[in-house]
């Protein structure tokens, strides 16, 4: 009792007794207003929460949080995603009420007009890097065993994880490689994803072994990875199952760099900022279309497989309707005419949040609908995604057609007119060309250097 009491008696002693009542009213009023948010929020979203999914086997559902959020109809028989209308409604009027009552907008989604954040600065650092970023590339031999999975292909990749094979190939042969590991500001680590997968010697759960390996012989070889821990290495991945290629390694996985496309920022396996963002792209040979001569008839497009529950309720929603075109499975006529033909081309999350609809939509002039909650979008610090896509969340694909329409004739030319100007940055060429997919990449690597280089 005797210090801590005579303290406090102290200090009540200096301040007046309507200063304490004050300073205890603040916290409760904060606390206070923060339960009325929380009240609200639970009002404006109740009707999208369902705990009635189907049972049959629950691996083969996405239960990603964001998406939890989707509203399905209690009643249904079969376990079928179907959208409830009257819990919609509430959710809507709801969610209007708040916007009315706190000025809180419910999607403006052409607020911003320019295609980057900030053009300028972009187009500086730009030239910076071109200069002086150098990289070291850990060699291997010609007759090396896995020249498969370490060297770059002598042909242009194809299919539809090509952007790793496509970097690695690109470096290979630019002027960013230098043999001087003391003037280099990243060191690559070229081993490849997509081959070891299809690889008899190593095989899908041989990844985390073969990459453990790696590291352990660069460490024993050189000293450069145990200056850093690896915080200055890198490897690129476009396919999915690269998330678990550092399983056996975690120290390596929290400090080295992943340049990837399956960028979930809700995945253990990628952390942002330290890691970046490359786009998947289907490579073409040919030039893009012309787009002056694209009829674009209908509002919006999908084709694709059902494997995830994003793309299931998107197309219970809108398999009948006239103006939103969804397909399950392969089109029975070209998917470069649906492209053409549409204002609107939709990009699903599948099982990972990257596909390459949004380099298809792209390239085909085609504004892309990103329904992909958690995907830390390509060059996202640089490009300004908000004035060239529409950004919807899961749980309003039913108001999707609502939002598109909502979209005047102006904002859509804005749209596409920034389309057409980023497109460059999501098309790989052999050898690439400034500011392409390759470019962008090496962009992103540059602002993850070290400003301290550690020399031998």
Request: charged share 20%; aromatic share 14%; proline share 6%.
């Amino acid at each position: 009792m005797g210090k801590s009491s005579s303290l406090v008696y102290k200090v009540s002693e200096q301040f007046p007794a309507k200063f304490n009542k004050s300073f205890y009213i603040l916290p409760i009023s904060l606390a206070l207003t923060t339960l009325l948010f929380i009240f609200i929020y639970d009002i404006t979203t109740a009707g999208n929460v369902t705990r009635n999914l189907p049972q049959t086997n629950p691996y083969l559902l996405d239960r990603s949080l964001p998406t939890d959020n989707i509203p399905f109809d209690q009643n249904s028989e079969n376990g079928d995603l179907v959208a409830d209308p009257s819990r919609l409604a509430a959710s809507e009027r709801a969610s209007q009420w708040l916007g009315n009552l706190f000025g809180i907008s419910n999607g403006d989604y052409t607020n911003n007009k320019e295609a980057y954040h900030d053009e300028d600065i972009f187009l500086e650092d730009y030239k910076q890097m071109n200069k002086s970023l150098k990289i070291y590339v850990y060699p291997h031999p010609q007759d090396d065993p896995f020249k498969n999975v370490l060297l770059p292909t002598d042909y242009d990749p194809r299919g539809n994880f090509a952007s790793e094979l496509y970097f690695k190939k690109a470096l290979m042969k630019s002027h960013f490689v230098s043999e001087d590991p003391d003037e280099a500001d990243l060191f690559y680590m070229p081993f490849s994803i997509s081959p070891m997968r299809t690889d008899h010697r190593i095989d899908v759960h041989g990844i985390p072994d073969f990459v453990k390996n790696y590291i352990t012989n660069i460490t024993q070889k050189y000293p450069y990875w145990n200056r850093t821990g690896g915080a200055d290495h890198f490897y690129v991945a476009c396919h999915s199952i690269g998330k678990i290629a550092f399983n056996k390694a975690v120290v390596a996985k929290l400090n080295v760099i992943q340049l990837v496309c399956t960028s979930n920022l809700f995945s253990q396996s990628y952390f942002a900022h330290k890691d970046a963002s490359m786009p998947q792209v289907w490579p073409r040979q040919d030039d893009p279309p012309n787009l002056l001569t694209s009829d674009r008839k209908q509002l919006a497009f999908f084709a694709g497989a059902m494997n995830a529950r994003t793309r299931a309720y998107l197309l219970n929603v809108w398999e009948n309707d006239t103006e939103i075109f969804v397909h399950h499975g392969r089109l029975p006529t070209p998917y470069s005419e649906q492209l053409l033909g549409s204002k609107f081309c939709i990009h699903a999350k599948g099982y990972e949040v990257n596909t390459a609809r949004i380099g298809d939509a792209l390239y085909y002039g085609c504004v892309p609908i990103i329904l992909a909650n958690q995907y830390d979008l390509p060059f996202t610090d640089i490009l300004n995604w908000k004035s060239f896509s529409v950004i919807v969340h899961e749980r309003d694909i039913p108001i999707l057609k609502r939002i598109l329409q909502g979209i005047s004739s102006e904002e859509y030319a804005m749209l596409q007119s920034n389309v057409i100007k980023v497109r460059k940055h999501f098309q790989w060429h052999s050898p690439p060309i400034d500011f392409d997919a390759f470019y962008m990449s090496m962009y992103e690597l540059w602002k993850r250097r070290s400003v301290v280089k550690v020399r031998s």
